[in-house]
């Protein structure tokens, strides 16, 4: 995912929740330029290992996402993140944002 997808769909969040995010992917992003790692791959690293709760809301609601990987059979079982649920389901991670970022028909 691009840096400026993650940026739009940050802004179409509530704005407490972008500030919020922001100032979490910020430490992230601090943290890794001061030990010489790419920011876009920590930040990525970090929203897929993140508690589903907290990730799921990068891309719309708990209960939107939760919908969205029920319809495409999606298993969730007790995954406790993004990478969890994909290495459940024999799928890319990818695969896994693709879902929950589309509309709902």
């Known amino acids: ?3 400026v997808k993650l940026v ?6 509530e704005h407490i929740l972008l500030s919020y995010n922001t100032l979490i992917s910020g430490a992230f992003i601090a943290e890794g330029v ?8 920590l ?4 929203v897929l290992n993140a508690p589903l709760k907290q990730s799921f809301t ?7 996402a939760i ?8 298993e ?5 993140s993004i990478d969890a649920i994909a290495k459940a389901n024999k799928t890319s991670p990818f695969k896994i944002v693709g ?3 589309k509309k709902l028909n």
């Open 1 to 3: 995912m691009s840096s």
């Open 8 to 13: 739009l769909i940050l802004y179409q969040s």
């Open 34 to 41: 001061s030990k010489g790692e790419n920011p876009k791959i």
């Open 43 to 46: 930040v990525i690293e970090k």
């Open 58 to 64: 990068l891309f719309s609601s708990y209960e939107v």
């Open 67 to 74: 919908k969205k990987l029920q319809e495409q059979k999606i």
């Open 76 to 80: 969730i079982a007790d995954a406790q």
């Open 99 to 101: 879902i929950i970022s």
